[in-house]
């Protein structure tokens, strides 16, 4: 009798950390290579994993104003030919919502957080985006674009949040 419960209790274990490693596994993930845009320094590396509760979010920005907060958001369009990442177009907002502040009710799907430099002008950030996913049927950032602005986002400007000129562009790419 011992056996067989030990057996049992073994295979529930067994079956529960399969079904852990199966899901972290298959979290769809996409990688975003921030290079500067004309006359800016600013790059980093953005790394977005689909999770239960919504995409994770991680990176590191280098070349920013230290010590200063930049507008950082998913563009509608993954095209960064222009050279001042204008080519992206405006903010994902795939629900025709209102521009306003990451997690809040109203805003695009693509207003992320402000990056905050520290005084070495890097900006380290991991954060969860309820409003977007990496292959999702509506909100699927793979292909559009990401920028990181020169100025804070106001989160009240429409519908832009005055974050001013782009300093780097990336397109969001699937990552095997």
């Known amino acids: 009798m011992k056996k067989i419960r030990f057996a049992f209790a073994l295979s529930a274990l067994t079956a529960v950390a399969l079904v852990g490693c199966a899901s972290h596994l ?26 239960g509760d919504g995409v994770q979010v991680s990176g590191e920005v280098r070349g920013l104003k230290p010590d200063s907060e930049h507008g950082f958001h998913i563009h509608e369009k993954g095209d960064c030919s222009s050279g001042d990442g204008m080519s992206t177009g405006g903010h994902f907002n795939p629900g ?14 693509g ?3 402000s ?7 890097v900006a380290a950030f991991s954060f969860v985006a309820r ?7 509506t909100t699927d950032i793979v292909g559009k674009g990401l920028i990181v602005h020169r100025d804070p986002d106001d989160y009240k400007t429409q519908p832009t949040g005055n974050a001013g000129p782009r300093l780097a562009c990336a397109v969001i790419a699937a990552k095997k």
Request: aromatic residues 4%; proline residues 7%; charged residues 20%.
């Open 26 to 51: 298959s979290g769809n993930r996409a990688t975003a290579k921030l290079e500067p845009t004309r006359g800016n320094t600013t790059s980093g590396t953005v790394t977005f994993v689909q999770t």
């Open 115 to 121: 990056l905050k430099a520290d005084k070495y002008g």
């Open 96 to 109: 025709g919502k209102p521009h306003g502040s990451h997690g809040a009710s109203e805003h695009h799907a």
């Open 111 to 113: 207003d992320l957080p």
């Open 131 to 137: 409003s977007i996913s990496v292959a999702g049927p």
